[in-house]
């Protein structure tokens, strides 16, 4: 149980760092990257379709888009950083 160890305040940097735009611009640029995901999840459509996906770490919510696209039935997106109002109005959008 060395997790139940760590004092929360440990996180925050860790956290901290994805609550900028910043680094979710420099990953949504990198098109490789995206693409592949993108791909991986839209090739594997019967994997998604009528399924509930958990999005931990959802960050702008691009993958939680993808897995609606392939059809999943619900998708529950979280995120422990304030970009998660951001992706709320991405995904309003």
């Known amino acids: ?3 139940g ?7 925050e ?11 979710h611009y420099e990953m949504l ?5 995206t693409e592949s995901y993108k791909n991986a999840i839209l090739k594997n459509i019967d994997s998604f379709k ?9 960050g702008t919510g691009i993958l939680s888009m993808f897995s609606a696209t392939a059809g999943a039935k619900k998708v529950y997106a979280l995120d422990q950083s304030d ?11």
């Open 29 to 33: 640029s990198d098109k490789v990257r």
């Open 83 to 93: 970009v998660i109002y951001h992706a709320m109005d991405i995904i309003r959008e």
């Open 1 to 3: 149980d060395c997790v």
């Open 50 to 58: 009528d399924k509930l996906v958990l999005d931990l770490g959802c």
């Open 13 to 23: 940097g860790y956290f901290n760092s994805y609550a900028h735009f910043g680094i």
């Open 5 to 11: 160890k760590v004092p929360l305040e440990s996180d």
